[in-house]
Nanobody, 116 residues
Framework: QVQLVESGGGLVQAGGSLRLSCTAS??????MGWYRQAPGKQRELVAT???????NYADSVKGRFTISRDYAKNTVYLQMSSLKPEDTAVYYC????????????WGQGSQVTVSS
């Protein structure tokens, strides 16, 4: 069983920045990443990263968001810059164990609100 604990959401003005963090425990993690879900919309990929990269980004966030990992801490980060009101959503961390690649785990979700 994998536990994911997220932190770092909040309210920011358009053009501002936020950083999300997610720490995994309970297993060695292969792929980690972030998805988001805006009100009335389906959950969508934001960014993912395997062990050693490369990173994979949604077109809507390329050039503005950066995913990174601290393997020693089993933590994934999402640095979000030049935020837009349309980035407003609940952001979910996701993780797949290295030795159980068919399993996928989700964090509790972090609200990110970007005001115009």
């Amino acid at each position: 069983q994998v536990q994911l604990v997220e932190s770092g959401g909040g309210l920011v003005q358009a053009g501002g920045s936020l950083r999300l963090s997610c720490t995994a425990s309970g297993s060695t993690i292969g792929v980690m990443g972030w998805y988001r879900q805006a009100p009335g919309k389906q959950r969508e990929l934001v960014a993912t990263m395997g062990i050693g990269g490369p990173a994979n980004y949604a077109d809507s966030v390329k050039g503005r968001f950066t995913i990174s990992r601290d393997y020693a801490k089993n933590t994934v980060y999402l640095q979000m810059s030049s935020l837009k009101p349309e980035d407003t959503a609940v952001y979910y961390c996701t993780a797949t164990p290295v030795f159980r690649p068919r399993e996928n785990y989700w964090g509790q979700g972090s609200q990110v609100t970007v005001s115009s």
